[in-house]
């Protein structure tokens, strides 16, 4: 694929180590730029990044946030059901899955979901210490730490 005027001029700044800012708007080839400059990294050798694997590891990168977003839906079902019974869960089910915000970043946001979904299970973790007061064992207090300290 060959660059653009714009990706180019990025791709030259870039071999000169500098710094680089890229302000760039939505469908503008920003992935595109990027997987050019996986290319000139000392990181993975040439003869392995190509575009080929770069748009593997793309569409596996969507697939695992997927995955995340399955699992925040899980959670918040856990967590409702848990406040207010099977109904309640089913609600919060349908209503997450359909919000379009929400849809979007299980495929597109690889940083801000797995945050999202930490934090509706380590939620659902001390939702199920409040409920245990005032004798709480102390694998539930194990699992709310873990819980919140990866969320």
Do not use: S
Not at 8 to 18: M, N
Not at 46 to 66: D, H, K, P, Q, S
Not at 79 to 100: C, D, H, K, S
């Amino acid at each position: 694929m060959k660059p653009t005027d714009e990706q180019q001029r990025i791709l030259d700044a870039f071999k000169t180590g500098e710094n680089l800012v890229i302000d760039a708007r939505a469908g503008t080839g920003k992935t595109a730029t990027l997987q050019m400059i996986a290319r000139f990294t000392a990181l993975i050798p040439a003869w392995i990044w190509t575009e080929e694997m770069a748009r593997f590891l793309f569409i596996w990168m969507v697939m695992l946030g997927a995955m995340i977003g399955v699992l925040g839906l899980v959670g918040a079902w856990h967590l409702a059901r848990r406040l207010a019974g099977p109904a309640a869960g089913f609600v919060a089910v349908v209503l997450l899955a359909t919000t379009p915000v929400y849809y979007g970043h299980m495929f597109n946001n690889p940083k801000d979901l797995p945050f999202a979904v930490g934090y509706i299970w380590a939620l659902d973790a001390l939702v199920a210490i409040v409920l245990q007061m005032p004798r709480v064992p102390r694998r539930a207090w194990i699992r709310f730490a873990v819980l919140a300290g990866l969320a």
